[in-house]
């Protein structure tokens, strides 16, 4: 299955849902990504023995232990231009999410929707009503795919909405320059901030020594850089008294213009809930291709 499907048939529906698609997942890359760090609320106190490295590593390990999340997100993408999004997702017992974001160099039209849930995802804004008929959302089955492909990012146009975005953070952790910076206070919560600049090959051999799971997921998530022509990133990391991130920002230069986003982190292993937009105001893109074909 393919999501990308812009070009395929001359539907002026699957035409726009493409192009919603694309932006949608973009700015999501950052969050992209759709792949860290938790929310605490005790004082930004770190081991004096603690080195910056080591303190990057212990708050990137503990990325795989969150069940759910809410994060706010800003910045800009090379394509997108600058883009704003709130959103919040389940990791267990199942995938589910929902991404609320803007592309502000967009105009009208730059804002939209995303919800993953019961394996289907729905992309949707004002912006498609005028394209589907007067519904407000396009549905994408993807009942075929299990939820490891799913929280893997292995659904086609799917894998920067569905995967936990604090998990990008522990990129950081490849770093060879890693440094503190100093203390804030971010979202009210006192951190340490860390900075260092890595290399997608350096991030790679870092991963030797982790689990093969662990390996896979975090590799996975570097193609999504490599498809934008970065190779270096300069990431800034804020982690909290209980050595979890609170608050990251990744800085690089791509092939279509400048990746710079930085990604807060709300709240975690909180119940979330999504539900499936009404069925009324939906376009199936399954039955819309049946119709065509027919």
């Not at 609320?41 to 770190?46: F, I, L, R, T």
């Not at 600058?82 to 803007?102: G, L």
């Not at 982790?210 to 896979?216: D, I, N, S, V, W």
């Not at 909180?270 to 499936?276: D, F, I, N, Q, R």
Request: overall charge neutral.
């Amino acid at each position: 299955m393919n999501l990308s499907v812009r070009g395929s048939v001359r539907h002026p529906a699957i035409r726009h849902s493409g192009s919603v698609r694309h932006g949608a997942t973009g700015a999501a890359l950052a969050a992209l990504v759709l792949g860290g760090g938790a929310v605490g609320c005790s004082k930004g106190e770190e081991s004096p023995d603690m080195t910056p490295a080591a303190a990057v590593a212990k708050a990137a390990k503990k990325t795989e232990d969150i069940t759910s999340l809410s994060y706010r997100m800003s910045g800009r993408t090379p394509e997108e231009g600058r883009i704003t999004a709130e959103a919040q997702m389940r990791m267990k017992p199942d995938i589910a999410m929902s991404m609320k974001m803007k592309a502000l160099d967009q105009g009208a039209d730059g804002s939209a929707e995303i919800r993953l849930v019961d394996k289907a995802m729905y992309i949707g804004g004002a912006a498609a009503a005028k394209e589907l008929d007067g519904k407000r959302w396009m549905k994408f089955d993807m009942s075929t795919l299990g939820d490891d492909a799913l929280g893997g990012g292995a659904a086609p146009g799917a894998g920067a909405v569905d995967k936990n975005p604090a998990q990008e953070s522990a990129l950081l952790a490849g770093s060879k320059d890693v440094k503190k910076v100093g203390t804030e206070k971010v979202e009210g919560v006192e951190t340490t901030r860390y900075k260092g600049t890595v290399t997608l090959d350096e991030f790679r051999k870092s991963l030797k020594g982790e689990k093969k799971a662990t390996r896979e997921k975090r590799e996975k998530g570097l193609e999504q850089y490599e498809k934008m022509g970065l190779d270096t990133l300069t990431m800034d990391m804020w982690v909290d008294g209980e050595d979890h991130t609170k608050q990251f920002r990744m800085r690089g230069d791509a092939d279509k213009g400048k990746l710079d986003m930085t990604i807060t982190f709300l709240d975690v292993n909180k119940p979330v809930t999504v539900e499936a937009p009404p069925a009324k105001d939906v376009m199936d893109l399954a039955e819309m291709m049946g119709d065509l074909d027919s």
